[in-house]
């Protein structure tokens, strides 16, 4: 059987050809197509954005920090500066193991184990690929060897910076803050980037943090392959912080730490024309610089452990009662609310009774005063006058002038967490205590300042000036201009609109009388001021209780253990007639305020007035050191190592010439020459000097040595003897007295 044989059909098999080619073609003609239409999209639609790209790789963005801006005295000495400096950065991705490269760094630069605990710390909270800072504030010779050996530290480098400095230190520490690495926290409160490194952690520096910080610039770097930079080729310029003049006069603020001593307390004077606060102290205090780069562990613990709380600001976060400081503002509120004429008198036997009450309430004097009118109650600190005003005001009429005077608020001085204190009230202290109600001892003691009462010495020092300008309550401000450029003028600071305290100047000027004779009267608690002064002063003095009487037996405060000794007080303002200052001074466990607090004031009054520099008192073994002289300050030593050893020579250099003045370290040495230039220029002259009218001889009769009695001048207040928790009336006293 035979098979059949296929012939070949040639005319197929060409047509299959040629349809397998024409799929073939039109495939390879649309990856053609697809192609060119693919760069024509990279060369033309979208070749913007490549050479962007191509050009960031090429070219890096580095960012520029702004130099944080500096902070002047009213004089333009500088009190906050930035310096040239180095710190050390690591890219943790570039760099490696941290066990290899760290230990072999150390031996390079050295580093506390808080750089190496830090650092650890931010590298795990971090991406690999941003720079950490291992060390601040490089030394010159660490950067001489690191420079030597930074082959041997890939991802390490060496990065320079401007570092926050302050000149005066302790002196102005409590004012102007300092500035602080930034931590986590900064991070997510105030939306950091990375860039910046530190952040104003307290005082004006935290207050006026977005101004002095400034705004960030950019360079751009071109770079090779390995990533270092060529050249530069465009930048954004940095936009610097803004600069701030404060009120603050440095040789005022020196004076008013120097006349504390090695005592505690806080003062604070101000311009009562203005607001503008002239000089604020807290003490003790401590030097922010270090705190500025990170604190050590051992400085630390000593600032922490320290009774005294170095750190804690006693003018915006302290305050207590204010005793018979709060005389002059009970007096005006008598008169602006017609309980009290001025001329109306009230007897002091010596110890006042709340009807139905045994237990009194006495006065400095055991036989009492006699007949006082209001000025005499000012001046003698009567205290049955102001027991006896208060209950027939009523607490609730006390309150609301208290209130218009400004206490219970906030003064608006330019720091944060500033205290509003206590103004006593019944509705005060329903809150507070639910079930106890308001008795009419507790309005007794509240005119004399005891009690519930909390007020800060910046309250005291505005209703003091509020006094003495004619009734005018102004917004107390520690910066006085701005400026967002070296170039730009100088702006003054926007405040907020004053208030009256009074529309009676008749009433001011009986409450002015009562204190200028606290001080030049024959009777007055502050008469010691008046020695040898060539110009005259109104104040009042006080003397608030930590503990009270036991019985009838009087208490000497300075026979007192040290911690339960009273607070001394006094408020005032010179001179009289035209009042330039007004001040507030507070001393903790200082007893009386006539014999502590008022000579104090009395040595502020002359540095502002008389250009004279209170004489610092000789150190104590175990007392902190004393502030350095001010650059160009008269009477200071050129030499202030010098001039603590035993037997010195003091030379006054010549005030018109700069000297160079060791002030919280050698390196201070430049910024203190500035100073003096400044201090030396013309029109820089006390005030006694550019208006010789203030020159007043004393009060015809008045003599300071011995009263009309021809008795010993007593300087002390009129300290508060009774036992400041009245006794519970028959029907309406709860089980427990109520507490202070």
């Not at 040239?84 to 390079?108: C, H, M, N, Y």
């Not at 004006?204 to 530069?232: A, M």
């Not at 002038?401 to 400004?406: L, N, Q």
């Amino acid at each position: 059987m035979h098979s059949k044989r296929v012939l070949k059909n040639t005319a197929a098999e060409a047509d299959q050809f040629r349809f397998r080619a024409a799929i073939a073609f039109a495939c390879v003609l649309v990856g053609v197509l697809g192609l060119g239409l693919w760069y024509f999209r990279l060369q033309v639609w979208e070749h913007d954005d490549y050479a962007m790209r191509s050009e960031q790789n090429r070219v890096k963005l580095r960012p520029v920090v702004p130099g944080r801006g500096l902070i002047y005295d009213r004089q333009g000495r500088i009190l906050a500066d930035n310096v040239p400096a180095f710190r050390i950065e690591v890219t943790p991705s570039e760099a490696g193991d941290s066990e290899k490269w760290l230990p072999q760094l150390a031996r390079v630069i050295a580093l506390t184990p808080e750089d190496i605990a830090r650092f650890e710390v931010e590298r795990k909270a971090t991406r690999g690929f941003k720079p950490i800072v291992l060390k601040l504030r490089v030394s010159d010779a660490e950067v001489a060897a690191f420079a030597v050996d930074r082959w041997r530290f890939p991802g390490v480098e060496l990065v320079s910076y401007l570092n926050r400095r302050y000149p005066y230190g302790e002196l102005l520490a409590h004012v102007i803050g300092y500035v602080g690495r930034i931590d986590t926290k900064d991070q997510e409160t105030m939306g950091r980037n990375g860039v910046l490194t530190h952040t104003g952690k307290t005082g004006l520096e935290r207050s006026y943090e977005e101004q002095l910080r400034g705004q960030i610039g950019y360079e751009q770097i071109e770079t090779n392959v390995d990533g270092r930079p060529i050249r530069q080729v465009g930048h954004v310029p940095a936009k610097p912080g803004a600069d701030l003049r404060l009120s603050i006069d440095l040789d005022l603020q020196r004076a008013m730490v120097t006349a504390f001593g090695d005592m505690d307390g806080s003062a604070v004077a101000v311009d009562p024309r203005t607001g503008e606060v002239l000089g604020m102290v807290s003490l003790p205090s401590y030097d922010s610089n270090m705190f500025v780069n990170g604190i050590s562990s051992a400085n630390y613990k000593a600032i922490n452990e320290d009774p005294s709380r170095p750190q804690f600001n006693r003018n915006v976060l302290g305050g207590g009662p204010p005793g018979s400081t709060m005389k002059p503002f009970m007096a005006l509120a008598g008169l602006d609310s017609g309980t009290r004429r001025a001329e109306d008198r009230t007897l002091s036997t010596g110890e006042f009774h709340l009807a139905g009450q045994k237990r009194g309430y006495r006065d400095s004097h055991g036989g009492g005063h006699g007949w006082v009118d209001l000025r005499e109650s000012i001046a003698q600190s009567v205290n049955t006058y102001y027991y006896k005003l208060a209950l027939d005001m009523g607490i609730d009429k006390v309150d609301t002038y208290m209130t218009r005077y400004g206490f219970g608020q906030k003064t608006g001085i330019d720091l944060l967490g500033e205290n509003i204190g206590i103004l006593p009230s019944p509705a005060w202290k329903a809150k507070r205590n639910k079930k106890e109600g308001w008795y009419p001892g507790e309005t007794v003691i509240a005119g004399i300042g005891q009690g519930y009462w909390v007020v800060t010495a910046l309250q005291l020092a505005r209703g003091t000036a509020a006094i003495a300008n004619g009734g005018n309550l102004q917004q107390l401000h520690l910066v006085r201009e701005i400026r967002t450029g070296y170039e730009s003028p100088w702006v003054p600071k926007v405040l907020q609109p004053t208030t009256r305290i009074t529309d009676n100047p008749a009433h001011l000027q009986a409450v002015h009388e009562g204190m200028e004779s606290t001080i030049h009267g024959s009777r007055g608690t502050a008469r010691v001021m008046a020695r040898g002064a060539p110009y005259r002063m109104a104040g009042k003095t006080g003397t608030a209780q930590k503990v009270s009487r036991k019985g009838n037996v009087s208490m000497n405060p300075h026979s007192l253990p040290f911690h339960l000794r009273h607070q001394a007080l006094f408020v005032g303002y010179a001179p009289a007639d035209n009042p330039t200052i007004a001040v507030a001074v507070v001393v903790e466990h200082g007893g009386y305020g006539g014999s502590t607090a008022a000579p104090i004031a009395r040595k502020i009054f002359d540095a502002w007035l008389l250009g004279k520099m209170p004489e610092p008192e000789p150190a104590k073994p175990g007392t902190a050191p004393e502030v350095a002289p001010l650059a160009g300050a008269a009477g200071a030593p050129a030499d202030a190592d010098a001039a603590a050893a035993p037997g010195a020579q003091v030379t006054t250099p010549d005030a018109s010439q700069p000297v160079p003045v060791a002030v919280n370290g050698a390196w201070a040495a430049a910024v203190a020459v500035a100073n003096a230039r400044v201090a030396a220029q013309p029109g820089h002259t006390p005030q006694i000097l550019q208006r010789p009218e203030m020159r007043r001889p004393a009060w015809p009769g008045y003599t300071p040595d011995e009263d009309a009695r021809g008795e010993p001048v007593r300087s002390d207040d009129a300290l508060i003897e009774p036992d400041v928790d009245p006794e519970p009336e028959a029907d309406t006293a709860p089980s427990t007295e109520p507490r202070r």
